[in-house]
């Protein structure tokens, strides 16, 4: 297969396809976020996906498969010991993460986390639970407007998140804030994946809303990846949406921030206009903060609609250079108990125009293999430490 000049990696937040084999270990037996979507429709209209071959790849009762699909496609199952956002993309770059990151979510942050950050910061804390960011709002918003006090929770994934009235606590301040939460916690019996910082407008519980000025401090890769690789060489790493966050900067040579899924589709598309050489990684978290861990299917649903439409446009700018790949990080089976995400395959799809054949590749054992045949591509070492194979050439 030659050489591609530009590589379009785009992440479907949480869209897991079936549960991992050591989803029990989880929790997740039974779990399957895309399966039981198409089970909970009625109608479900995705034909640029169903003609990439995603119904080839899952079965879904109103998608049918397509003789000839135009991408190859295969599952992927996680290496590392997680089901998280930054687990599932560093994998996906080449780092295996063998120890979890630290979760909070069953009693809250330890007092003595608390009172230092109650010090440093000047604000009594509020809340201080696993909660639906849009649930402690109406909780505790109208407290926090009325004292200066700072709601600050966690969920099921390895975060400490502060929420600040972008009116009455002032952006700087929230930021602020964070930044010494997360200086905080570094320390080993702290440390968790991201704090984030969780802006929202609105007076009154019922009215309050967030808004994408939110902005995730996560803990730097604790290796070189294949984005690293890539800058280091001169080639353009594009990052549209969380990927920035996610990586804390590193590898990147340009990033856009996103207020939607939408919206970062559009951007993509934008992006796709250009010249550039090389990498343009997207993450596309709605799918997973709106409706995923919300457990609200029909939402899940309309939500990869709306990104089949954007894939449609966005597939006129993809050339015979050009390869396309769709993927997703982890499971958030918006029909699953609790909240939680959940242990699953991922799909991946890859697309080019240039492609002679395409169909199923086998089943791969790390999400790795994205970033190996991202730099693979680019006719690049993948750094040392770093797992995955590259499956360039398995593209005809």
Known sequence: MKKFHRIFVIVIDSLGIGAMPDAVDFGDEGADTLGHISESAEIFHIPNLQRLGMANLKKMKQVSQMEKPEAYYCALREASAGKDTMTGHWEMMGLKVTVPFKTFSEQGFPPDLIEELERRTGHKIIGNKSCSGTVIL????????????????????????????????????????????????????????????????????????????????????????????????????????????????????????????????????????????????????????????????????????????KLGELLKYIGADDLLMITADHGNDPTYRGTDHTREKVPLLLYSPAFEMAGPLDEQDTFAVIGATVADNFGLAMPEGTIGRSLMKQLK
């Open 138 to 309: 109406d909780e505790l918003g109208e407290e926090e407007i009325a004292t200066g006090h700072m709601i600050v929770y966690t969920s099921a994934d390895s975060v400490l998140q502060i929420c600040g009235n972008e009116e009455t606590f002032d952006l700087k301040e929230l930021y602020r804030c964070c930044e010494i939460a997360r200086e905080l916690t570094m320390r080993e019996e702290w440390k968790v994946g991201r704090v984030i910082a969780r802006p929202y407008v609105g007076r009154k519980r019922g009215e309050f809303k967030r808004t994408s000025n939110r902005h995730d401090y996560a803990l730097k890769p604790f290796g070189k990846t294949a984005m690293d690789v890539l800058k280091d060489n001169g080639l353009d790493v594009i990052s549209v949406g969380k990927i920035r966050d996610i990586f804390d900067g590193e590898g990147i040579t340009r990033s856009e921030r996103s207020n939607s899924s939408v919206h970062g589709m559009e951007q993509t598309a934008e992006i796709a206009k250009t010249d550039f050489h090389g990498l343009c990684y997207v993450n596309l978290v709605d799918f997973d903060a709106l409706w995923g861990h919300r457990r609200n299917p029909q939402g899940y649903k309309e939500e990869l609609e709306r990104f089949d439409e």
